[in-house]
């Protein structure tokens, strides 16, 4: 009888068009690409990572300052692929690649179209390696318009576009923390959102204080979730803190 009622569940997913997802048997790995609002000591990253339940776990790449083509000229982006090559064959070795920040600005020397043409070569590279690129569009900053506490500044708009962009491109997974962390700070407002600015003054709207990278690492860890279920048992919840971010309220 059991075997009766298993198939006719099994048919009627199948009738129904529902996907019958598989998921891996092996445990996965995280390696972290990306510039300050990934890197340590002022990043999601090390708040994402903390949120992993053995045997998942990760390593944080991000660097301070990084643009796309520094982060590859300095040996960096080797370092991630090489971490790959080691895991993959034990690991599903995940990689976030989160650029944008340094690459915006004038003195960069790169240009708009580098840029994304970096960001899909990362990810092809990646998935050629046997690992899952996650494409992961840029932190928002905390900035707010002179006398409005609700109006966020979207200032990473074409960056996150091309975040999309390549995950399109490259058949990627997006992960895209710039809406869900833009769409957060306007919800809780000005003051709320200056709570997870980094220093000592606590004037740097770009980077996180400890606090602040565990609130939007908990947001990551969510949003692959999302992107990927399967990787629901590789984290810790904290129903507490996602119930806060995904309701609006200040964590």
Same mark, same amino acid.
């Given at each position: 009888?059991?075997?009766?009622?298993?198939?006719?569940?099994?048919?009627?997913?199948?009738?129904? +068009?529902?996907?019958?997802?598989?998921? @891996? *048997?092996?445990?996965?790995?995280? /390696?972290?690409? %990306?510039?300050?609002?990934? $890197?340590?000591?002022?990043?999601?990253?090390?708040?994402?990572?903390?949120?992993?339940?053995?045997?998942?776990?990760?390593?944080?790449?991000?660097?301070?300052?990084?643009?796309?083509?520094?982060?590859?000229?300095?040996?960096?982006?080797?370092?991630?692929?090489?971490?790959?090559?080691?895991?993959?064959?034990?690991?599903?070795?995940?990689?976030?690649?989160?650029?944008?920040?340094?690459?915006?600005?004038?003195?960069?020397?790169?240009?708009?179209?580098?840029?994304?043409?970096?960001?899909?070569?990362?990810?092809?590279?990646?998935?050629?390696? +046997?690992?899952?690129?996650?494409?992961? @569009? *840029?932190?928002?900053?905390?900035? /707010?318009?002179? %006398?409005?506490?609700?109006? $966020?500044?979207?200032?990473?708009?074409?960056?996150?576009?091309?975040?999309?962009?390549?995950?399109?491109?490259?058949?990627?997974?997006?992960?895209?923390?710039?809406?869900?962390?833009?769409?957060?700070?306007?919800?809780?407002?000005?003051?709320?959102?200056?709570?997870?600015?980094?220093?000592?003054?606590?004037?740097?709207?770009?980077?996180?204080?400890?606090?602040?990278?565990?609130?939007?690492?908990?947001?990551?860890?969510?949003?692959?979730?999302?992107?990927?279920?399967?990787?629901?048992?590789?984290?810790?919840?904290?129903?507490?803190?996602?119930?806060?971010?995904?309701?609006?309220?200040?964590?």
């Amino acid at each position: 009888m059991s075997h009766l009622i298993y198939g006719f569940l099994t048919l009627s997913v199948l009738v129904a +068009g529902w996907p019958v997802t598989e998921c @891996s *048997s092996k445990p996965p790995a995280f /390696f972290l690409a %990306g510039d300050s609002t990934t $890197a340590p000591d002022g990043g999601w990253g090390n708040g994402l990572l903390a949120t992993l339940k053995r045997p998942a776990w990760g390593v944080n790449i991000g660097k301070s300052g990084a643009t796309t083509a520094s982060f590859l000229a300095g040996g960096y982006w080797a370092n991630v692929t090489q971490h790959v090559k080691d895991n993959v064959e034990k690991y599903d070795s995940y990689v976030t690649i989160s650029f944008g920040h340094n690459d915006q600005k004038s003195t960069s020397g790169v240009t708009f179209e580098q840029y994304q043409e970096t960001l899909i070569k990362f990810a092809n590279e990646i998935k050629s390696l +046997g690992g899952k690129p996650l494409l992961t @569009s *840029s932190l928002t900053r905390r900035v /707010f318009p002179s %006398g409005q506490d609700h109006n $966020a500044t979207d200032s990473l708009h074409d960056q996150r576009l091309a975040a999309i962009a390549a995950a399109e491109t490259t058949n990627s997974t997006i992960i895209d923390l710039n809406d869900a962390s833009l769409k957060y700070i306007d919800a809780i407002g000005k003051a709320a959102a200056q709570e997870y600015n980094y220093g000592a003054d606590m004037s740097d709207t770009t980077h996180l204080n400890p606090h602040g990278e565990t609130v939007f690492g908990r947001m990551v860890a969510d949003l692959i979730v999302r992107a990927e279920p399967c990787l629901k048992r590789s984290f810790t919840p904290n129903k507490t803190l996602s119930d806060l971010i995904w309701s609006d309220q200040p964590a």
